[in-house]
């Protein structure tokens, strides 16, 4: 079993950033995909970005957020920079055990309580 505990979320002016990081239980980290999506209010569960043997962005935050992870720290980071009133969601950590789990949530089988990010405007 796997357990994600996120932090980092807040409340931010549009332009501002902001540092997610998602610790993971675990002996194995640095062999699981791990990814980050979000949920806005009245909005489906989407896919932010992702970390395996490559990374992958969705193309919205493509140049302003990047996903970093350190395997000794049991840790998966998001830097969001230039943030926009639309990125306002909960943030999800999602950890599979699969060198790369791609954009598809059902691809993920251990999910952390999510934090909240706003992003006024």
């Known amino acids: 079993q796997v357990q994600l505990v996120e932090s980092g979320g807040g409340l931010v002016q549009g332009g501002g950033s902001l540092r997610l990081s998602c610790v993971a239980s675990?002996?194995?980290?640095?062999?699981?995909?791990m990814g980050w999506f979000r949920q806005a209010p009245g909005k489906e569960r989407e896919f932010v970005a992702v970390i395996g043997w490559r990374t992958y962005y969705t193309d919205s935050v493509k140049g302003r957020f990047t996903i970093s992870r350190d395997n000794a720290k049991n840790t998966v980071y998001l830097q969001m920079n230039s943030l926009k009133p639309e990125d306002t969601a909960v943030y999800y950590c999602?950890?599979?055990?699969?060198?790369?789990?791609?954009?598809?949530?059902?691809?993920?089988?251990?999910w952390g309580q999510g934090t909240q990010v706003t992003v006024s405007s």
């Open positions: 675990g002996r194995t980290f640095s062999s699981y995909s």
């Open positions: 999602a950890a599979d055990r699969t060198a790369y789990s791609g954009t598809n949530y059902q691809n993920y089988d251990y």
